[in-house]
């Protein structure tokens, strides 16, 4: 499934970074005050910036301690960079989430208290009860429901392949439940992947039914080597299934003629963080095998892309900012 494009309000990382150093500085009691409301009203840029700084400090407070990252404290000597890069992570990631979320919501949104969880750039296999074989790809979370007649895996974020078991008894059918809808095998294996805008579910042996969640009628059957995704409303048409809907479990991600904002969207999945691609690059068309893991395998990707194509690769805040630009 195509990412949505970046919305064309985002804030520069240079913008981010400079409101996350004053946000130190004024909770160490150490800015100058004028200083602070001349760098905070110097643009709406900057405004909206501190707004969501300010927003990011109620949700670190109000998150679980376990996931409310002690080290923004503030540290001692050359530390104090370590906390700034950590803010900066932040202010990054939170800070272009929609308003109004609350720190559970993001929380419940990620996966932070599924059953199983897989990190940044780890993949993950589990064997169900059932026989069933669950693989869990990048930043993937799931709840395993399994009840006296029926068995419900909810995929909560990230993508998953599942090879239906053979012990499973009698009368309890298998379903994989997003927040758009619902995919039920028939004897199978098959690839489940939600994004924000929708599921995706690939076929690769026997059939699926999909579902979407307010209009079952809307639902039909997958049958092998083909794909669909669907929304809360409305499912899209079959069609061939994409070579990348499995690639992935063998480390792998296909690109033929992808846009390369499009491929550092699909590499920032694997990583802390996020790689940006500036607008007069986002276009070009790439063609290749890409490792993706962890962030050094990804590390191997983009210099694949630097070595290939006349790309500028920055790397800040110890790789959680990732910047593609056109080379001078």
């Given at each position: 499934?195509?990412?949505?494009?970046?919305?064309?309000?985002?804030?520069?990382?240079?913008?981010?970074?400079?409101?996350?150093?004053?946000?130190?500085?004024?909770?160490?009691?150490?800015?100058?005050?004028?200083?602070?409301?001349?760098?905070?009203?110097?643009?709406?840029?900057?405004?909206?910036?501190?707004?969501?700084?300010?927003?990011?400090?109620?949700?670190?407070?109000?998150?679980?301690?376990?996931?409310?990252?002690?080290?923004l404290?503030?540290?001692?000597?050359?530390?104090?960079?370590?906390?700034l890069?950590?803010?900066?992570?932040?202010?990054?990631?939170?800070?272009?989430?929609?308003?109004?979320?609350?720190?559970r919501?993001?929380?419940?949104?990620?996966?932070l208290?599924?059953?199983?969880?897989?990190?940044?750039?780890?993949?993950?296999?589990?064997?169900?009860?059932d026989?069933?074989?669950?693989?869990?790809?990048?930043?993937?979370?799931?709840?395993?429901?399994?009840?006296?007649?029926?068995r419900?895996?909810?995929?909560?974020?990230?993508?998953?392949?599942?090879?239906?078991?053979?012990?499973?008894?009698?009368?309890?059918?298998?379903?994989?439940?997003?927040?758009?809808?619902?995919?039920?095998?028939?004897?199978?294996?098959?690839?489940?992947?939600?994004?924000?805008?929708g599921?995706?579910?690939?076929?690769?042996?026997?059939?699926?039914?999909?579902?979407?969640?307010?209009?079952?009628?809307?639902?039909?059957?997958?049958?092998?080597?083909?794909?669909?995704?669907?929304?809360?409303?409305?499912?899209?048409?079959?069609?061939?299934?994409?070579?990348n809907?499995?690639?992935?479990?063998?480390?792998?991600?296909?690109?033929?003629?992808?846009?390369?904002?499009?491929?550092a969207?699909?590499l920032?999945?694997?990583?802390?963080?996020?790689?940006?691609?500036?607008?007069?690059?986002?276009?070009?068309?790439?063609?290749?095998?890409?490792?993706?893991?962890?962030?050094?395998?990804?590390?191997?990707?983009?210099?694949?892309?630097?070595a290939?194509?006349p790309?500028?690769?920055r790397?800040?805040?110890?790789?959680?900012?990732?910047?593609?630009?056109?080379?001078?």
């Amino acid at each position: 499934m195509k990412n949505a494009a970046p919305r064309s309000t985002a804030l520069s990382s240079e913008i981010l970074d400079e409101a996350a150093d004053w946000l130190l500085r004024l909770r160490d009691g150490e800015a100058d005050r004028a200083a602070f409301e001349q760098w905070r009203t110097r643009s709406p840029e900057h405004v909206r910036a501190w707004a969501r700084a300010e927003t990011l400090l109620g949700k670190i407070a109000a998150l679980p301690p376990a996931l409310a990252l002690p080290a923004l404290d503030r540290p001692h000597g050359s530390g104090r960079r370590v906390a700034l890069a950590r803010i900066g992570k932040l202010a990054l990631l939170l800070g272009l989430l929609p308003a109004g979320w609350t720190a559970r919501r993001l929380a419940e949104r990620q996966g932070l208290f599924a059953d199983y969880r897989s990190a940044a750039g780890e993949i993950r296999e589990l064997r169900l009860a059932d026989g069933t074989q669950l693989t869990l790809n990048t930043a993937t979370a799931v709840d395993l429901r399994f009840e006296q007649n029926s068995r419900t895996i909810v995929l909560r974020a990230g993508e998953i392949l599942v090879a239906t078991g053979h012990d499973a008894p009698a009368g309890q059918p298998l379903r994989v439940v997003t927040r758009h809808g619902t995919a039920t095998p028939l004897g199978t294996r098959f690839a489940v992947r939600q994004d924000d805008d929708g599921t995706r579910v690939a076929v690769f042996e026997g059939r699926v039914r999909i579902a979407p969640a307010r209009a079952e009628a809307a639902g039909y059957v997958l049958e092998s080597g083909q794909q669909a995704s669907f929304g809360e409303n409305a499912a899209a048409p079959p069609q061939a299934a994409d070579d990348n809907a499995s690639a992935w479990t063998r480390g792998m991600l296909l690109a033929d003629g992808m846009p390369l904002g499009e491929l550092a969207a699909e590499l920032s999945r694997y990583r802390h963080g996020l790689i940006h691609c500036a607008d007069e690059v986002a276009g070009w068309r790439v063609s290749g095998a890409f490792p993706v893991g962890d962030q050094a395998v990804t590390d191997r990707s983009l210099a694949m892309l630097a070595a290939t194509h006349p790309l500028d690769i920055r790397q800040r805040l110890g790789g959680l900012w990732v910047s593609l630009g056109a080379r001078q």
